[in-house]
């Protein structure tokens, strides 16, 4: 019911910025929150960022202070604001979506967009 469509990942410069785009689309699903997880090679998938209508956000506490996510609500875009990257932060980033239809809450995940943290 729901699409997420994520840009801006790529190859970036340790010390260097990144900005990470994702827009929903459906119209059958309310939804509620955004964000954005992601997976490094040989982990599991961690929470990065999300935020929820009213504006309420979490952060992974080590990433606070260099990731700030964004919200246009009426858009049903998410930004993901990426500052002074370090290597450790390559990762397939994924955007995520908690949507509500009829009472039932689902989780929606886009395609994933890489992102490459080195010299």
């Known amino acids: 019911q729901v699409q997420l469509v994520e840009s801006g990942g790529g190859l970036v410069q340790p010390g260097g910025s990144l900005r990470l785009s994702c827009a929903a689309s459906?119209?059958?699903?309310?939804?509620?929150?955004m964000g954005w997880y992601r997976q490094a090679p040989g982990k599991e998938r961690e929470l990065v960022a999300r935020?929820?209508?009213?504006?309420?956000?979490n952060y992974a506490d080590s990433l606070k202070g260099r990731f700030t996510i964004s919200r246009d609500n009426a858009k049903n875009t998410v930004y993901l604001q990426m500052n002074s990257l370090v290597p450790e932060d390559t990762a397939v980033y994924f955007c995520?979506?908690?949507?509500?239809?009829?009472?039932?809450?689902?989780?929606?995940w886009g395609q994933g967009t890489q992102v490459t943290v080195s010299s």
């Open positions: 995520y979506a908690r949507g509500i239809y009829v009472g039932r809450i689902d989780n929606y």
């Open positions: 935020m929820f209508n009213g504006g309420t956000t």
């Open positions: 459906g119209s059958a699903v309310s939804i509620t929150a």
